[in-house]
């Protein structure tokens, strides 16, 4: 089992949800470099769980305990290694599934990859509880990008039917970046909140779980980063989403929407701002031919309902080979999206720190 991604930037992410602890190894960042460790517990505490009705209640204080690669405030040049003690488990929650694999869940999969050797607790390795490594890293990555002047930020853009105004794709002002860099319930539209709230208590009070979308930008990237055909800046940060988990889906720009269009719809038209080329709207999602046009890059990312309810599901007992029931007990998010937010924004930064290379 490899967990790695990245050649410039290379991260690999450890642990399971229910071992000792969970982290991340990053490799091949520049010496020197200063680190704002506030900053990093600022992302941190927006992904921990435990802070309302729309999360698990399960409470983790994710405090990241650096082993190696810093000195002090300073990027040393070594491996960077973080990890962050599971403190709060329950595991006798999840006896019933070492036979009876949750439907939705990796539980099955990985049974039959794993010769059942997988952990499957809390779902182990393939847990949403990993993702509190990545945004350590991507916390890490965003600063050294920021340095260059490039900036990511994302919100919720539904859940359920609920939605969010989209970004304007062509201008998104650093006011909105900072602000929505800093919420754990980030919206544009801050009068969507009370709707999307409804729409996840009605999902936990039913026993259920509702899944939505994110939408993320990247802002101050100039064109031309990006190689055809396989490193496109497209797949290399749909490889990275993708990691994530409860990712089922990306869209660039307009995404599906631009194949219902005509050419003369979705094309973006050219012109000069102050000697800079830019277009004059951004159907493309600021990626042509893989590359990039100077342009914010735009996607959203769908993510599925948390599989883990406490409705009674048909399953199948692996040891006795009949079909059964599953109730699942434990602590599980009703509605994953909020929290994914930054998970979506530190893998951007990830990915986008891989295509533009280090910062020598």
């Given at each position: 089992?490899?967990?790695?991604?990245?050649?410039?930037?290379?991260?690999?992410v450890f642990g399971e949800s229910h071992g000792n602890g969970i982290g991340v190894v990053i490799d091949g960042l520049t010496a020197g470099e200063?680190?704002?460790?506030?900053?990093?517990?600022?992302?941190?505490?927006?992904?921990?769980?435990?802070?309302?009705?729309?999360?698990?209640?399960?409470?983790?204080?994710?405090?990241?305990?650096?082993?190696?690669?810093?000195?002090?405030?300073?990027?040393?040049?070594?491996?960077?290694?973080?990890?962050?003690e599971n403190t709060n488990t329950k595991s006798g929650d999840y006896s019933n599934l070492l036979s009876c694999p949750r439907p939705g869940h990796?539980?099955?999969?990985?049974?039959?990859?794993?010769?059942?050797?997988?952990?499957?607790?809390?779902?182990?390795?393939?847990?949403?509880?990993?993702?509190?490594?990545?945004?350590?890293?991507?916390a890490i990555c965003r600063q050294l990008l920021e340095k260059r002047g490039i900036k990511i930020a994302a919100h919720i853009s539904s859940i359920?039917?609920?939605?969010?105004?989209?970004?304007?794709?062509?201008?998104?002002?650093?006011?909105?970046?900072?602000?929505?860099?800093?919420?754990?319930?980030?919206?544009?539209?801050?009068?969507?909140?009370?709707?999307?709230?409804?729409?996840?208590?009605?999902?936990?009070?039913?026993?259920?779980?509702?899944?939505?979308?994110?939408?993320?930008?990247?802002?101050?990237?100039?064109?031309?980063?990006?190689?055809?055909?396989?490193?496109?800046?497209?797949?290399?940060?749909?490889?990275?989403?993708?990691?994530?988990?409860?990712?089922?889906?990306?869209?660039?720009?307009?995404?599906?929407?631009?194949?219902?269009?005509?050419?003369?719809?979705?094309?973006?038209?050219?012109?000069?701002?102050?000697?800079?080329?830019?277009?004059?709207?951004?159907?493309?999602?600021?990626?042509?031919?893989?590359?990039?046009?100077?342009?914010?890059?735009?996607?959203?990312?769908?993510?599925?309902?948390?599989?883990?309810?406490?409705?009674?599901?048909?399953?199948?007992?692996?040891?006795?080979?009949?079909?059964?029931?599953?109730?699942?007990?434990?602590?599980?998010?009703?509605?994953?999206?909020?929290?994914?937010?930054?998970?979506?924004?530190?893998?951007?930064?990830?990915?986008?720190?891989?295509?533009?290379?280090?910062?020598?």
């Amino acid at each position: 089992m490899s967990s790695t991604f990245g050649e410039k930037i290379k991260i690999s992410v450890f642990g399971e949800s229910h071992g000792n602890g969970i982290g991340v190894v990053i490799d091949g960042l520049t010496a020197g470099e200063k680190i704002d460790m506030d900053k990093v517990l600022v992302q941190m505490a927006r992904r921990a769980p435990g802070k309302d009705k729309t999360a698990t209640p399960r409470k983790e204080s994710d405090l990241p305990r650096v082993l190696s690669g810093m000195l002090g405030d300073t990027l040393t040049g070594a491996p960077l290694c973080a990890v962050i003690e599971n403190t709060n488990t329950k595991s006798g929650d999840y006896s019933n599934l070492l036979s009876c694999p949750r439907p939705g869940h990796s539980d099955y999969t990985a049974f039959i990859k794993y010769n059942a050797a997988n952990d499957i607790r809390g779902g182990g390795h393939f847990s949403g509880r990993l993702t509190a490594p990545i945004v350590f890293a991507g916390a890490i990555c965003r600063q050294l990008l920021e340095k260059r002047g490039i900036k990511i930020a994302a919100h919720i853009s539904s859940i359920g039917s609920v939605m969010d105004k989209d970004f304007d794709p062509t201008s998104i002002p650093d006011e909105l970046i900072e602000k929505l860099n800093g919420s754990s319930f980030a919206l544009i539209d801050d009068f969507a909140e009370e709707a999307m709230r409804a729409e996840v208590e009605d999902a936990r009070m039913s026993l259920d779980s509702v899944g939505g979308t994110v939408e993320c930008a990247v802002t101050g990237i100039e064109p031309g980063f990006g190689d055809p055909m396989f490193d496109g800046v497209e797949g290399v940060i749909a490889k990275a989403v993708f990691g994530v988990p409860a990712i089922k889906g990306i869209e660039f720009g307009k995404g599906f929407e631009l194949s219902k269009m005509r050419g003369s719809q979705s094309n973006d038209s050219f012109r000069y701002d102050g000697g800079r080329v830019v277009t004059e709207t951004n159907n493309c999602g600021g990626i042509l031919g893989g590359i990039t046009n100077g342009m914010p890059i735009v996607f959203k990312a769908a993510i599925k309902p948390t599989p883990s309810i406490s409705q009674k599901q048909k399953t199948v007992d692996l040891q006795k080979r009949e079909n059964a029931e599953l109730e699942i007990h434990g602590r599980h998010d009703p509605c994953i999206v909020p929290r994914a937010v930054p998970v979506i924004e530190a893998i951007t930064a990830i990915a986008i720190i891989n295509i533009l290379g280090n910062t020598e």
